[in-house]
């Protein structure tokens, strides 16, 4: 086969593969007959929370490195969120095209969340999870459903079985730093 040959075939089976991979990403929809786009996964930004501007105006932003960005939150996980301002979080959800101009003088690109997780606080790494207790031992489960066992856990926590809470540094140890995110349900 020649060098022309391959090439050409090269082209025509990229051709191919983007254009089943631009039809593969649509479905018909079934009420109208009409062709809609599937809905991508989850946007996920990691980052730092913080709060700006003066209250009662004030706005719970992420500071993602990573992306060299601000992300204005909203969303039905504000109020847990406003609780880990401070700390590291991995926020899933869906990034906007809007963007808030009360939250960054060149407008926070607005992210609506709907599953976060506590990553770190001053560096130490951190987990949260909702607070169980079987047999007189406590554990978290996470937002991905893992049971994470606590080996000392604060007594100022005990009373939040049911509640989402995060614990910062080794589980094996007590937590250096805690707190509550969410009373039980």
Do not use: W
């Not at 989850?42 to 501007?53: F, H, K, M, N, S």
């Not at 979080?89 to 939250?103: C, I, N, P």
């Not at 406590?138 to 606590?150: N, P, Q």
């Amino acid at each position: 086969m020649t060098t022309a040959i391959k090439r050409r075939s090269l082209i025509l089976g990229l051709t191919t593969l983007l254009t089943a991979l631009a039809y593969g990403c649509r479905r018909p929809n079934a009420q109208s007959g009409a062709t809609t786009t599937n809905v991508s996964p989850a946007d996920t930004v990691r980052g730092i929370l913080q709060r700006v501007g003066s209250d009662p105006l004030s706005v719970l932003v992420l500071a993602s490195a990573t992306e060299n960005a601000v992300f204005a939150i909203r969303g039905p996980l504000v109020d847990q969120l406003n609780r880990a301002t401070g700390l590291e979080v991995m926020l899933s959800g869906t990034r906007s095209d809007k963007r808030d101009y009360s939250a960054s003088p060149r407008g926070a690109i607005v992210f609506d969340v709907t599953q976060f997780s506590v990553r770190r606080a001053d560096g130490q790494v951190a987990i949260d999870g909702v607070l169980n207790m079987r047999n007189g031992k406590y554990f978290l489960v996470t937002t991905a459903g893992e049971h994470k066992d606590i080996a000392n856990l604060p007594p100022e926590l005990r009373g939040h079985v049911g509640g989402r809470v995060f614990l910062v540094g080794a589980l094996e140890k007590t937590p250096s730093a805690y707190g509550i995110l969410s009373e039980r349900k």
